[in-house]
C-alpha cells in the first residue's frame, strides 16, 4: 500500500509531502492499522471551503492500496476533522 501526505497552506505557504510503501516500511503495519480505525475508503471528503485563518495549513491524505484509491483533506487546526485524521498522518509522518 502506498500512502501519500501533502500539506499545503500556512503563512510561508510550504508544501510538505511525505510517502510511505507500507510493504517496505517497518511502520507499515501500524500505519495499515490506524488506516484500518478511520474506514478511510468510506470517509467522505472535507466539506468545501476555505479556512478562516490563512495560517491553518491543510493536509490531504492518499491511499492507493489492491488498485483502490482515495483521498481526504482536512484542516490542521484542531477541529474534528483533524482530530479524526491526526492519529493517522502522525504515524505517517513518524515512517
Not at 510561508?12 to 475508503?41: C, K, M, N, W, Y
Not at 482536512?74 to 491526526?86: E, H, I, T, V
Amino acid at each position: 500500500m502506498k500512502i501519500t501526505a501533502t500539506s499545503g497552506g500556512g503563512f510561508a505557504g510550504i508544501t510538505r509531502e511525505h510517502q510511505v510503501d507500507t510493504e517496505t516500511s517497518p511502520a507499515g503495519p501500524a500505519i495499515e492499522a490506524a488506516l484500518a480505525a478511520t474506514d478511510f475508503f468510506a470517509a467522505p471528503d472535507a466539506p468545501a471551503g476555505e479556512p478562516i485563518g490563512a495560517d491553518i495549513p491543510r493536509w490531504t491524505i492518499t491511499v492507493d492500496a489492491d488498485g483502490r484509491q482515495g483521498s481526504i483533506s482536512f484542516l490542521d487546526d484542531a477541529g474534528p476533522a483533524s482530530q479524526r485524521w491526526r492519529p493517522l498522518l502522525d504515524r505517517i509522518l513518524a515512517a
